[in-house]
């Protein structure tokens, strides 16, 4: 199981401010939950740090092998999921940052490095970078000051919004694109621009002129995810992010390709282990 170290919920009144988690894992391959379907409800602007350890972490249709202070930056419409390279546990510092934080410091702008860029492309900061080595010291003093201080205040603040700005300044590097297949590219295009589509098996695979087999095979190779899962986790993304800026969860599921409010729910639950009402900050 994982052993989750220390985690911090920052909250301004009932809105979600950011998450602080610092956690131990085990070999990825022996992870307590099937990350092709699950989801986590933490669904903010997130940034992962690897402590220790060595990774494989899957961002839509790359591959990015992550050593000690790798940095990667993931929006909340990005599918992704880990694999480990040696049998041994990792260690990370995740942060999860909510819209009320760059609301309440006005310093939406630096949100950008999260979304001008290809989906999956330009994630990773080098740990041995310049910008690297700065990050990884103000993610040990934000633990430090958690630690001093764990109803945290403004200082601790202080130190995230100095995280964003290198961040916005920082030189981002890709996954590991040799071995892309160009189908599977074009298929990743061709459902995030249907998602309110039916977008079955045989119409994709009738689409790029390739067998139903040959999809399925090409696809999970690429991005660690069947095509079933991909399509939902993407359909459940698009929700929350709807969601979060004020549509009503009945009209964001069906805008999202769910068809009706019953199904989203059931899918919702099962996926997130939470109904919508509770995670979602919107009316039904």
Avoid at 144 to 153: A, G, K, L, S, V
Avoid at 238 to 256: K, P
């Amino acid at each position: 199981m994982t052993s989750v170290r220390r985690t911090i919920t920052y909250k301004q009144g009932d809105d979600k401010m950011y998450i602080f988690g610092h956690s131990v894992n085990p070999n990825a391959r022996e992870v307590s939950y099937n990350p092709e379907t699950h989801i986590s409800v933490n669904h903010g602007l997130e940034i992962f740090l690897l402590l220790k350890g060595e990774i494989d972490f899957l961002i839509e249709n790359s591959t990015y092998p992550l050593s000690a202070r790798d940095i990667l930056l993931i929006n909340e419409t990005e599918v992704h999921t880990l694999r480990s390279v040696r049998d041994s546990e990792y260690e990370r510092i995740t942060l999860h940052i909510f819209p009320s934080f760059f609301e309440k410091y006005g310093v939406a702008d630096y949100k950008k490095v999260f979304y001008e860029r290809v989906p999956g492309r330009h994630n990773r900061i080098r740990g041995y970078s310049p910008e690297g080595e700065q990050l990884y010291a103000l993610f040990m003093k934000m633990e430090r000051y958690i630690q001093e201080n764990p109803t945290c205040d403004k200082v601790i603040d202080a130190v995230l919004i100095e995280i964003l700005y290198l961040l916005n300044s920082a030189s981002l590097s890709e996954g590991d694109r040799k071995k892309v297949n160009e189908t599977v590219a074009g298929i990743l295009r061709y459902i995030n621009e249907h998602l309110s589509d039916s977008l079955t098996l045989n119409e994709i695979a009738e689409t790029f002129y390739i067998s139903k087999y040959h999809l399925c095979h090409i696809f999970k190779k690429s991005t660690g995810f069947s095509i079933k899962d991909y399509i939902i986790q993407k359909r459940i993304l698009l929700v929350q992010s709807l969601c979060q800026n004020g549509m009503r969860i009945s009209e964001a599921a069906a805008q999202a390709g769910f068809g009706n409010y019953s199904n989203f729910y059931r899918i919702y639950v099962d996926r997130t282990g939470h109904s919508p009402s509770k995670t979602l900050k919107t009316q039904i």
